[in-house]
């Protein structure tokens, strides 16, 4: 039967055949050939150079009168058989490049887990801060993207990895997304004037949602607040020409105070002590404060009481003066009032217990048996006195003696309070001064001393861990499930996507070469084997012993 007459494909081009000076134009082909071309399409090209056309043949004569379109039968018949025939076409090709086969498939499936989403952290609120810390936080990545360029929402912790003084380190100031993603803190890494290549001065505000990043050294100093869920940066006007330390946020993250130094600052310089600036109080939107009256003029540190209404401002001799409620209604920031009782330097911002019964200082204590102590090797004793955290309770003359967290030569870090009676702190070494990795996170309940591992940071061997802070609520969280958060597949963002991609990239080049390298291996021992045969097989027929010529 003429299949082409039957479909009327060619009826114009037979019935009036062109003369020899006209030329031959293609003939239009109808929908049923079109729709079984588009789905022939499915099979290799060398399978289709070879047989589209006997199989297009069949096709339009097995169809019925009348049809437009390939049926859904004949739809799935070639899904069917493309599938095959392109098995058999890789196979052969696996047969013929095994090398080549191989290393595109590592390619093709280290790229698709490579390009895996991560989790949308910008979206994440505050409220995600109550499930804790992970069991594991993220280690140093020098492929880390920054903070500007992708936000990574409501922050877990922010914390330093590695110093500027050690040889190859570059210091990151990393900061840890409620919802998975590790952004490099940009803008304080480029406010570190003065501090040997060490990210500038910065502090996370309680609630996560914002850093406040001061200066070091510049001829024009300033705070820059950033929102980490936006990455927008928002500056103070200029408040001197030397450092600018923002040193504590209000509990409701609407003030900060910052200390403004007469001269830059080193952080290493090891003078022994802490900066002495003139307090002033910025708002969240980098717009000036109300002013600090009554507040001494030079101060060491600043500490917001739980309920936000006063502020402590510790002078250079250890003299406390209480501020009133930071911002009454008449402007004014209230009337001072003498502190009964003259503290240690407090340990860190949110030094003070939630419910302020207790202030978290760094100071000296002797060692007595109901304090509590980190572990120690058997039969090691602690020197007393010893350094390391000191509770002072705030009741006045009163009040119980202060509880007392010898260090131990254990390096402890204060990061603040996980319950009214339970104090968090970082452990950079042992009992014995060895570095730990990771470093552990560690509640310590004040009143038994049982101690429960939160989370840790790695080091990776070289890259110390320091300035860390966590927002309290996570330390809340982080205590109600001890261990419970799985670690996270952290998303470094783009840089590390791509470097992801590249490793990828030279693991399936690698694994071509191995595996042609074999295949071509094989063929050789393959060929040796088969003229060993072939000798043999010659040397038997001729009746000569195949090894004499």
Known sequence: MDLVNRRGARSSSSSSPSSPSEPQQASPQEPLETSYRRWLRLFPRDWRRRREEEVLAVLLDAAAEGQQRATSAERADLLRAAAGARATAGARA?????????????????????????????????????????????????????????????ALALYQQGYGVEFADFPQAVVVGAGGSVRRLDLAEGRGEGAQGDPGAM????????????????????????????????????????????????????????????????PYGGDGGPPAGTPVVLNADGSAGPALAGAPELV?????????????????????????????????????????????????????????????????????????????????????????????????????????????????????????????????????????????????????????RLSAIPTSGNFAVSRLQVPSAVLAGSLQRPGAAPTTAWDHGRGDLALRIAAVAALAGGVALAVAAAAAAGRSAAARLRASSSRASNGSSTGRDPGTT
Not at 126 to 145: I, M, N, V
Not at 217 to 233: P, S, W, Y
Not at 436 to 444: K, Q, R, S
Request: hydrophobic fraction near 40%.
């Open 94 to 154: 696996a047969r013929r490049a095994p090398g080549r086969t191989a290393g595109l498939v590592v390619l093709v499936v280290g790229t698709t887990l490579a390009l895996l989403p991560a989790t949308t952290a910008s979206t994440v609120g505050p409220e995600a801060l109550a499930a804790g810390l992970p069991r594991q936080l993220p280690g140093y990545s020098y492929a880390t993207e920054s903070v500007s360029s992708s936000p990574p929402g409501t």
């Open 203 to 266: 502090l996370l505000s309680p609630d996560g949602t914002r850093v406040a990043v001061g200066r070091y050294d510049a001829e024009r100093a300033d705070v820059a607040i950033q929102d980490l869920r936006t990455g927008e940066v928002v500056r103070s006007r200029v408040l001197g020409s030397g450092a600018v330390l923002p040193v504590a946020w209000s509990p409701d993250g609407r003030q900060l105070v910052a200390l403004v130094l007469a001269a830059g600052f080193n």
């Open 300 to 452: 060491e540190a600043a500490e917001w009481t739980p309920d936000g209404r006063s502020l402590l401002l510790t002078d250079e001799a250890g003299v406390v003066t209480k501020l009133g409620a930071a911002a009454p209604e008449d402007g004014s920031a209230g009337a001072p009032a003498a502190a009964p009782w003259t503290l240690p330097f407090p340990a860190g911002p949110n030094a003070w217990s939630p419910d302020g019964a207790l202030l978290a200082t760094s100071g000296t204590c002797p060692y007595r048996g109901s304090d509590v102590i980190p572990p120690r090797a058997p039969g090691e004793g602690i020197t007393v006195p010893a350094t390391g955290l000191v509770l002072v309770p705030t009741g006045g003359a009163a009040s119980p003696a202060p509880h007392c967290l010898p260090d131990g030569r254990g390096y402890m870090a204060f990061l603040g309070w996980a319950g009214a009676r339970t104090v968090v702190v970082a452990v950079s070494a042992d009992t014995e001064g060895t570095e730990t990795d990771p470093v552990p996170i560690i509640a310590v309940n004040v009143d038994t001393g049982e101690r429960t």
